[in-house]
């Protein structure tokens, strides 16, 4: 991105959210800041709420929407209050597991909603501690893998289908769903490798969905931006079982933009120039004013 | 659902299909991605193996190296030859003379860091499939140049006085006995990487012994030899089998790792080798470089620098054993290393250092899972300490937070011991 605004004649710095950040800020003196730190800072809101503190403008989502999209179980039960579908699940904290025993704790989880699993932080992203279950026996190590990142567990159903991301951009006439990108990533799933290693994965773009479906995914990331109050740019995460009913997986405020990453390629796709649209949301929030 | 649009593929990366069986490992990873969060100055990092260079004396490397470039600037500034300075080779007898090796500056190549003579040793040795001896565990760096050229990495257990000559010599009949020829023994005998034991001197005979019966070339690499905590330095393999060993040494340790100078003495044959390989890897290495270790041999007390160091790592190594002493729960143990830059920390049975790395990342403590120091990725209940960058006090606030860690992980695996595989 960073490359793509100084080719626009931008004056443009990469800061990392590090103690000498407000000391940067305050030499910079920026016009506008483009959030793009992944992880719990650069998408909880807490990044965006000292911007609003120190006055800045900012591109995309105001905190609170940034923590009601960053906590998955939360942004799940908006989605589902809104009526779109999204895999059944649980959400248990590790106290949980420890206070009334682990073994008890996971055989419900089993007998309840089945298998195969798909297990992650609460909040968290990059599918860092994620993984699917597709034996009880794995459900305990996939539980020890996510309680690294995260103190909370969400459980899911896995729901087989197409995996599709859906990005949502408002350049100032209202928000529009870009083309669905298509995931089909290689044996080993959808994990950190396969998100950062360019080639792993496999996209489609647009993706390869009847109309119908495009339509249903597209509705369902418009309505994810609605609803969880979502600002200038979002992507929303879902899959496409073979009935044809879009599930809601998770919305990011700060979709990645490295070159493996599909939101740029939804942008390019759906006939926008990168940097240029970049450019917009920054104007945007400039006009918009801290 | 899949029935709509036929958009082809987007590629990211075009040339997905082209690159070499040995480029599939070359992907991005969990680890390092908290490696790069572990770089923040508010975690107290114990992974890198960074030397401690602000003790150099920095005003005086500088002018130093102003006078070289005003002075010698149309030879520093030129290409040299493949083999390296023939000033600075001999600088290099003189160091290596410390630890009993006798050889002409001729023998000597120089090479970029240690780590681009494993790299030129594994191209003029290995095939894909060939099998390579190494410690358990074994230095990451030689693991990775060893598997570039896809060697079949088979790994010699240790024990505190190092490679287990027994177990070399099972190895070498294990090998043996599948068709196969191990084509050298990658050791580090002096404050192991990542172990941080040191091969007994009564083992070391017996070591060479073993290998000259079985043909087999011994690396011997020295990174941390001349940094010992107590008496004289160790006399080096080479110096009792100059036929049977290639010594590979760098000053990275001793003087600059940013200089990136190291070498490699071999016997002639296997010297000329080296040459021809370095010659068409990079031409000719850095004159600049070679020539700023010359002048910094020729003209520092580089002898005294080498015993300031020694005494800054004593004292950030008696920090962290002191502090694993008193701070780590039970089950813990580890290695008292006499010298050299690490501790190899074995945690308790269940816990596994590379699941407990994101967690210890997040109390801002980081260290490197043993993991990486295993060619078949086991060693999970392990952790590399190194203790030569942060001060004694940053060490003990960063083994506070690691023991804090171990201590939750041990009751989140308590929690889920059931139906959990042991790692």
């Known amino acids: ?290 | 659902m899949t029935a709509g649009s036929d958009s082809p593929a987007v590629r990211i990366d075009r040339y997905v299909g082209q690159y070499a069986e040995r480029a599939k490992g070359m992907v991005a990873s969990e680890i390092r991605a908290l490696f790069a969060v572990a770089a923040r100055p508010e975690i107290v990092s114990l992974a890198g193996g960074t030397p401690y260079v602000a003790a150099l004396p920095l005003d005086a490397v500088g002018s130093m190296v102003g006078e070289l470039v005003a002075g010698q600037g149309t030879q520093a500034l030129q290409y040299c030859t493949a083999q390296g300075d023939a000033g600075l080779r001999e600088r290099i007898c003189e160091v290596m003379s410390l630890e009993g090796v006798q050889d002409h500056p001729d023998d000597v190549v120089v090479t970029v860091g240690s780590q681009q003579a494993l790299d030129l040793l594994a191209r003029i040795f290995v095939d894909p499939g060939d099998v390579v001896l190494a410690e358990a565990p074994s230095y990451v760096g030689a693991l990775g140049a060893f598997s570039a050229y896809q060697a079949d990495v088979v790994h010699v257990p240790m024990d505190d006085e190092g490679l287990i000559p027994e177990a070399l010599e099972q190895a070498i009949a294990a090998v043996a006995a599948s068709g196969r020829r191990a084509k050298f023994l990658y050791t580090v005998p002096n404050f192991h990487n990542p172990a941080g034991v040191t091969l007994a001197l009564s083992r070391r005979h017996r070591i060479l012994d073993i290998c000259q019966r079985a043909e087999l070339l011994v690396v011997e690499d020295n990174p941390y030899g001349l940094l010992g905590f107590d008496g004289d330095p160790m006399r080096a393999l080479r110096a009792d089998d100059p036929e049977g060993v290639v010594y590979l040494g760098t000053f990275s340790k001793t003087f600059a790792a940013g200089v990136r100078v190291g070498w490699a003495v071999a016997p002639p044959a296997i010297r000329d080798k080296l040459i021809l390989a370095a010659e068409s890897a990079v031409l000719c290495h850095s004159s600049f470089a070679q020539l700023t270790v010359r002048e910094y041999l020729s003209t520092q007390p580089w002898r005294e620098q080498i015993k300031d160091f020694r005494e800054l790592y004593r004292a950030r190594r008696d920090a962290t054993l002191d502090a694993l002493a008193r701070l780590m729960p039970p089950g813990c143990g580890w290695t008292e290393p006499a010298g050299g830059f690490y501790v190899w920390l074995r945690l308790p049975d269940g816990v596994d250092a590379k699941a407990m790395l994101p967690r210890a990342i997040s109390a801002r403590v980081a260290y490197v899972p043993g993991t990486g120091f295993y060619a078949d990725g086991s060693g999970g209940q392990f952790a590399r300490l190194c203790y030569a960058f942060p001060d004694p006090e940053r060490i003990r606030e960063g083994i506070r937070r690691l023991a804090a860690v171990v201590e939750g992980e041990i009751e989140l695996r308590h929690d889920f011991a059931s139906g959990v595989p042991s790692v």
């Open chain 1, 1 to 290: 991105m960073r490359d793509e605004l100084v080719k626009l004649g931008i004056d443009t710095a990469v800061l990392d959210a590090d103690s000498a950040l407000l000391a940067k800020l305050g030499d910079y003196l920026p016009s506008a800041i483009f959030p793009a730190i992944h992880g719990s800072c650069g998408e909880d809101g807490s990044i965006r709420e000292v911007l609003g503190l120190l006055r800045i403008p900012y591109v995309g989502s105001i905190p609170s929407a940034c923590r009601a999209a960053f906590d998955k179980p939360t942004a799940k039960s908006l989605m589902a209050a809104a009526g779109v579908a999204t895999p059944t699940s649980a959400t248990l904290p590790r106290e949980t597991f420890h206070d009334l025993g682990a073994s008890a704790v996971v055989d419900l989880i089993v007998a309840r909603l089945g298998l195969p699993l798909y297990v992650k932080p609460s909040r968290g992203g990059s599918s860092l501690g994620a993984g699917a279950v597709r034996s009880a026996a794995d459900l305990s190590a996939a539980l020890l893998s996510c309680f690294a990142y995260g103190e909370i567990a969400l459980i899911e159903q896995f729901v087989r289908g197409t995996e599709v991301a859906v990005g949502v951009l408002d350049l100032g006439d209202g928000p529009h769903a870009l083309p669905a990108v298509e995931i089909v990533p290689g044996e080993h799933g959808y994990d950190y490798s396969a998100r950062y290693t360019a080639g792993q994965t496999e996209f489609y773009v647009p993706a390869r969905l009847s109309a119908s479906a495009a339509r249903e995914v597209a509705d369902a990331a418009l309505t994810a931006h609605s609803v969880l109050g979502l600002r200038d740019l979002s992507r929303t995460d879902l899959i496409l079982d073979e009935e044809g009913t879009a599930y809601f997986l998770e919305a990011n405020v700060s979709p990645g933009m490295t070159e493996t990453s599909t939101f740029p390629l939804a942008l390019e796709a759906s006939g926008h120039h990168f940097g240029e649209a970049c450019l917009k949301l920054i104007e945007i929030a400039v006009a918009r004013g801290a």
